[in-house]
C-alpha cells in the first residue's frame, strides 16, 4: 500500500495503475500522462499550515507527504528547491506596477528549476532499480538528470537538441552523461525519437521532463506553487507568468495550486499565464485557436534564442491547456527581441541573471500590461527558469565582448565615454 499516492489514470484512455505497478508509460501506447492521485482525505487529516511550516528540510523534500518515492531513504537530492521569492522593486517601477515577484528558479543545484523534477524522477527510479536513464531534451532538463544520476551513481544516456548551448553540454559531459547532439529538429522531435528506441530496445528508465513518458518528474514543479502560496503568507497571487515548452511545468504548477485547494490550504486560485516565442508557439495557438488537446498541431520550424521553449510539440499540451482554462488565464506569443530585453531588464534592474527561457515570463507580463490584458494594481508571480550562464554567448550577440584598455585613465574616460555613454564621473 502506497503512502498516499491513491492511483496512477492515464490521461488519454482512463486505465488506472497502482504505484506499486512501477508504471512509466501507458501499456495502451497511447502517449496519455499517467496522472498521480493523491488521497486528500488522509492528507488532510494532518497536513495543515503549520504542518507544512514546520518542516525541517528547506529544500522541496519538505513536501514529501505529496510526492513520490515511497520509501524516503530512495530520495536522490541536491538541495533542489526552496528558491527564494524576490520582491521586484527597481522593475516593479519601471513596469508601473506596484506587487511584482519573481520565484527565482535559476538557484537551482544545476541552474533551472528542471532540478525539482528529475530530482523527483531519479529517485523515483532508484526505487524501481532502474540502472540506466535515457533522455530527450532541449539541455536544462537533460543537465538536471545528469547531476541526480551522477549523485545516484547511474548511467545516463542524453539526447540533446543541435542547437543546445554549451553550458548545458558541459555540465552533461562532467557529469558524465553519454550526450548527443541530434540533427533534424522538425515535425518529430529527433531526440524524442532516439530516446523512445532507446527505451523500447534496451529498457531504459525514460526520464525526460515531459509526461507521456515519465509521470514522476512533473510532481516537482509543482512544489513551485506550495513555496509561492507560503511565501506570500498563504496568500495567492492574482497571476503567475509561465514559460512553456512542453508545457509540463505549466502543468504542475497548476497542479500545485489544486493540490492546496484541495486540502484546504487555499481558498482561490491564480490565474496562470503561458508564454511562448513567437518562433515557437505551438501551444498558444493551440489555445487561442481550440485546437483539440490531446492532437496540437506541431511547429514545423521552431527557430528562437529560447531555446528551453523550442519543443515543437507541447507533449503536456492537454494538462496545459486545461490548467489555463479553469484557471481563468490566457497564453502570450512573445518575440525573441522582448525576451532579450526581458532578460536585460531582470539582470539590469534585479540582478537576477536568467537564460532567454528563464525570462520569457516576464517579457510575457511586459506585452499583457502593454496590451492591458492585465491591470498594473494586480499581483503578478515571474517563474524565472533558468540561469543566464547557461548560454552567455547570447548576451555577446547583442553586447558584444567589454572593452581592453591600457591601465590609464584618460582611456578608461575616453571608453567609458565611447562604449558605455558615461561622460561625467559626478
Ligand atoms: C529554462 C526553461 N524554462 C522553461 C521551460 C519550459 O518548461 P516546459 O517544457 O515544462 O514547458 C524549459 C524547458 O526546457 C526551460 O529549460
Ligand atoms: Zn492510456
Request: glycine residues 10%.
Amino acid at each position: 500500500m502506497s503512502r498516499y499516492i491513491k492511483y496512477l489514470k492515464c490521461s488519454r484512455c482512463g486505465k488506472v495503475y497502482a504505484y506499486e505497478e512501477k508504471p512509466v508509460t501507458c501499456v495502451n501506447n497511447d502517449l496519455g500522462r499517467l496522472d498521480i492521485y493523491y488521497d486528500y482525505e488522509a492528507l488532510k487529516e494532518f497536513y495543515t499550515r503549520d504542518y507544512v511550516s514546520t518542516r525541517e528540510r528547506r529544500d522541496q523534500w519538505r513536501f514529501f507527504d505529496l510526492l513520490p518515492p515511497e520509501n524516503p531513504d530512495n530520495i536522490v537530492s541536491l538541495g533542489e528547491g526552496g528558491t527564494p521569492l524576490l520582491r521586484s522593486e527597481r522593475l516593479a517601477e519601471v513596469l508601473g506596477v506596484r506587487r511584482l515577484w519573481l520565484k527565482d528558479e535559476t538557484r537551482n543545484p544545476t541552474g533551472s528549476f528542471k532540478d525539482r523534477g528529475m530530482s523527483v524522477s531519479v529517485s523515483v527510479a532508484k526505487e524501481f532499480g532502474y540502472r540506466n536513464l535515457t533522455t530527450a531534451s532541449s539541455g536544462n532538463a537533460a543537465a538536471a538528470l545528469a547531476a541526480y544520476a551522477a549523485k545516484a551513481g547511474m548511467n545516463v544516456y542524453a539526447f540533446v537538441i543541435e542547437q543546445a548551448g554549451y553550458g548545458k553540454i558541459a555540465q552533461l559531459l562532467f557529469y558524465g552523461a553519454n550526450v548527443f547532439r541530434v540533427r533534424g529538429l522538425g515535425k518529430e522531435d529527433p531526440t524524442v525519437k532516439l530516446m523512445r528506441l532507446t527505451y523500447e530496445e534496451y529498457g531504459f528508465f525514460p526520464s525526460p521532463s515531459f509526461g507521456p513518458f515519465n509521470p514522476y518528474q512533473i510532481e516537482g514543479p509543482k512544489t513551485i506553487s506550495y513555496e509561492v502560496v507560503e511565501q506570500l503568507g498563504w496568500n495567492v497571487p492574482d497571476y503567475v507568468f509561465v514559460p512553456v515548452g512542453a508545457a509540463s511545468l505549466l502543468t504542475g504548477v497548476w497542479k500545485g495550486f489544486r493540490d492546496y485547494c484541495e486540502l484546504g490550504l487555499i481558498d482561490r486560485l491564480p490565474h496562470l499565464v503561458a508564454v511562448q516565442s513567437s518562433g515557437n508557439p505551438p501551444f498558444v495557438r493551440a489555445f487561442k485557436e481550440g485546437q483539440d488537446p490531446h492532437n496540437i498541431r506541431p511547429w514545423s520550424k521552431p527557430e528562437t534564442i529560447a531555446w528551453g521553449l523550442e519543443d515543437p510539440y507541447p507533449w503536456d499540451g492537454d494538462g496545459g491547456i486545461k490548467a489555463l482554462k479553469d484557471s481563468g488565464g490566457f497564453a502570450e506569443e512573445v518575440s525573441d527581441e522582448l525576451i532579450l530585453k526581458a532578460m536585460k531588464y531582470l539582470a539590469k534592474y534585479e540582478g537576477v541573471f536568467a537564460e532567454p527561457s528563464g525570462a520569457a515570463g516576464l517579457a510575457g507580463l511586459m506585452q499583457a500590461l502593454n496590451s492591458g490584458e492585465v491591470r498594473p494594481d494586480e499581483e503578478f508571480v515571474i517563474l524565472v527558469t533558468g540561469h543566464g550562464l547557461k548560454d552567455p554567448d547570447i548576451v555577446k550577440e547583442v553586447e558584444g565582448d567589454a572593452p581592453t584598455i591600457n591601465p590609464d585613465l584618460r582611456e578608461f574616460q575616453a571608453v567609458l565615454r565611447d562604449k558605455y555613454g558615461v561622460s561625467s564621473l559626478e
